[in-house]
């Protein structure tokens, strides 16, 4: 089935540096993937989504680039900031093989930024 | 912003009592799922619905919980007999047509 990783349980870094969240996944369908982002009690936002390889895809200064050949959607910020403190998740969905849509999700990377 | 609602916030209920908690999604979008986050932040696909019909679920769904969606009427989930294990978040979603899923605020559910 399929499969979702990543490898950062914890990541803790200081406010102006940048920071890089490892994804990587298996499937044997296309791949759809997205990067979700959950603050402290409230529910995951959509961050980004790709389908499409070698492509960048930004937003809210987060970016990312989906890797078919190496499997990858590594979630990338140049200049964090105390309110990008939050869960990070990976997520892989089933759509393009002709199912549902549901979400496999990573185990999540817990990011603090400190001052 | 996500404009999926879930109630209650926190249900509290003792070994063996029924727990029910109710998703209103989106406006116009079609799929509705459900996902149970543990304390170890992990997710799990528990059941999905498009227009009133389950479209995948799996098997401890089948046996302890029940979902439905009615049409006009909230989507519920309901576990049978609570268990310890079933605290966790429970968070349901809505899939617009572009593979976008929307999460509410989830229901957290302690079983005592």
């Known amino acids: 089935g399929d499969s979702v990783t990543q490898t950062e349980g914890l990541v803790t870094l200081t406010k102006g540096l940048p920071v890089m969240l490892n994804c990587t996944y298996q499937t044997t369908y296309s791949p759809f993937l997205f990067w979700y982002v959950q603050h402290l009690n409230e529910a995951p936002k959509l961050l980004l989504k790709?389908?499409?390889?070698?492509k960048r895809t930004e937003h809210q200064g987060f970016y990312a680039t989906l890797h078919k050949s190496s499997s990858s959607f590594h979630l990338q910020k140049s200049s964090v900031q105390l309110s990008d403190s939050a869960l990070y998740f990976c997520a892989l969905s089933d759509f393009t093989g002709g199912l549902s849509g549901k979400l496999t999700f990573g185990e999540g990377t817990q990011v603090t930024v400190i001052s | 912003n996500s404009k999926v609602i879930q109630t209650p916030r926190y249900l509290v209920k003792g070994q063996g009592q029924k727990a029910k908690m109710r998703c209103i999604p989106e406006?116009?979008?079609?799929?509705v799922f459900w996902y149970q986050q543990n304390k170890n932040n992990e997710f799990k696909f528990l059941i999905n619905f498009q227009n009133q019909e389950v479209l995948q679920q799996i098997d401890m769904t089948e046996k302890r919980f029940s979902a439905e969606c009615p049409s006009n009427s909230p989507c519920s989930l309901e576990i049978q007999s609570s268990e310890a294990g079933d605290s966790a978040l429970y968070l349901c979603?809505?899939?617009?047509?572009?593979?976008?899923?929307?999460f509410g605020p989830g229901t957290r559910l302690t079983v005592l």
């Open positions: 979603a809505s899939l617009r047509d572009n593979y976008e899923q929307y």
């Open positions: 790709s389908s499409t390889d070698n």
């Open positions: 406006k116009g979008h079609p799929v």
